[in-house]
């Protein structure tokens, strides 16, 4: 293998075309630069100079290497200055969070995006089984999830808290357990677990969601206030997703005399050197969940 300092040397001192300023260029002594060039001679078997007196003129081979060499350190320099850069608002960053949360965050992270164009997100809504399966294999760079998730791979840490809110057609003048039956609930795929957590807090008579008739089911985030804003049943939602909802007027959101909140982790693979652009954007993310 061509040992790239010796390389090096032989491109300055074809441009040069003086030892004595080639050493001074790459603060070396004369000698220094003659033994790289015998050195990789002797590497290639190959002349690569025909010495005249204090001059020289480069062999054929000479030539040949001097036309690849430079275009190889050139291709060296262009990766250890990427390397060496690691800039902070450039590059992709790979993300996963539930839908709630999403909501939030994705609208904020692409006015990032257009004050720094180079940055580009690729975010994905997924349940918390898939966003751990999706850190254990290093396919994200952060992942947010509902459930601490602590494992050999995986690192997480609670970054805010969401409350859980009742939300039915604004038609509605007041809630009980018997206005809830009436309206039957309106289901998604984090639903009952979220209908579990606040209605068995608030209502001595909630058992299971099977007490509840099924008004509807649907699973996605943007759409599951749709049927509720059209009378036809209730739900249970993180506010999130709730304020995201653009016919406020058509609904009512109730947090109930005990509140309830869903816990809200930051996780990340365990002992991963994060770039810059990635420990920028968990920064942006703590101050959005914060604020």
Not at 188 to 202: C, I, T, V, W
Not at 248 to 276: G, H, W
Request: glycine content about 4%.
């Amino acid at each position: 293998m061509i040992n790239m300092v010796w390389l090096k040397t032989f491109c300055v001192l074809a441009d040069k075309k003086h030892f004595t300023q080639t050493a001074e260029h790459l603060h070396m002594t004369q000698s220094g630069v003659s033994q790289h060039v015998k050195k990789l001679e002797e590497a290639l078997n190959s002349e690569l100079l025909l010495r005249e007196g204090k001059g020289f003129t480069l062999t054929e081979s000479g030539q040949l290497l001097l036309a690849e060499a430079e275009e190889l350190l050139e291709k060296l320099d262009g990766i250890e200055l990427k390397i060496k850069s690691d800039p902070e608002f450039a590059g992709e960053v790979r993300l996963m969070s539930p839908g709630s949360v999403g909501t939030l965050l994705y609208p904020e992270l692409l006015c990032l995006q257009q004050s720094h164009p180079e940055l580009v997100f690729d975010y994905r809504f997924a349940p918390n089984d898939d966003i751990q399966q999706a850190l254990i294999e290093d396919k994200i760079d952060i992942g947010l999830a509902t459930i601490p998730i602590d494992t050999e791979w995986v690192i997480s840490k609670q970054v805010a808290s969401e409350p859980l809110l009742l939300v039915t057609p604004s038609t509605v003048q007041h809630v009980d357990w018997e206005s809830l039956q009436a309206l039957g609930f309106i289901n998604h795929p984090d639903g009952e677990h979220h209908a579990r957590q606040l209605l068995s807090k608030n209502f001595p008579e909630f058992e299971h969601i099977s007490q509840l008739k099924q008004s509807g089911r649907i699973n996605q985030i943007h759409l599951i206030l749709e049927p509720v804003s059209k009378g036809l049943g209730f739900t249970v939602l993180p506010q999130h997703a709730v304020k995201a909802f653009q016919s406020q007027d058509l609904i009512t959101a109730y947090e109930l005399s005990t509140p309830v909140s869903e816990a809200l982790y930051l996780c990340q693979r365990r002992n991963k050197v994060l770039p810059n652009r990635v420990k920028n954007i968990i920064s942006e993310i703590n101050t959005l969940l914060s604020a």
